[in-house]
């Protein structure tokens, strides 16, 4: 089965940028659709973005509307995130995973990665 890797994440401090990087290994699914997700400390695994199969079908939540940039790198099977405008409030930990269903929701996903640590200072 398809597996994801996450990566890029990093400590800074508020207003920088990090480009976090979901790269897949073994079979890929066809759809190529991926999400992003993050858990906020003592908070549920949110929705971050996700991509479906057309770079141009990608979804926000509105916490990061207009910081955050998903993109897909189809040939190499990687999906990224690219975060500016970075707050405290976006410390926490970051997972992709494929969707069995282009949601928001956590359930409708599967294949997670090992996810990214994501701090932000103030």
């Known amino acids: 089965q398809v597996q994801l890797a996450e990566s890029g994440g990093g400590s800074v401090q508020a207003g920088a940028s990090l480009k976090l990087t979901c790269a897949a290994s073994?079979?890929?699914?066809?759809?190529?659709?991926r999400g992003w997700f993050r858990q906020r400390p003592g908070k549920e695994r949110e929705f971050v973005a996700y991509?479906?199969?057309?770079?141009?079908?990608?979804n926000y939540s509105d916490s990061v509307k207009g910081r955050f940039t998903i993109s897909r790198d189809t040939g190499k099977s990687t999906v990224y995130l690219q975060m500016n405008s970075l707050k405290s409030e976006d410390t926490g930990a970051y997972f992709c995973?494929?969707?069995?269903?282009?949601?928001?929701?956590?359930?409708?996903?599967?294949?997670w990665g090992q996810g990214t640590q994501v701090t932000v200072s103030s």
């Open positions: 995973a494929v969707p069995v269903k282009l949601t928001t929701a956590p359930g409708d996903y599967d294949h």
């Open positions: 073994g079979p890929i699914l066809a759809s190529y659709s």
């Open positions: 991509i479906g199969w057309s770079n141009d079908n990608t």
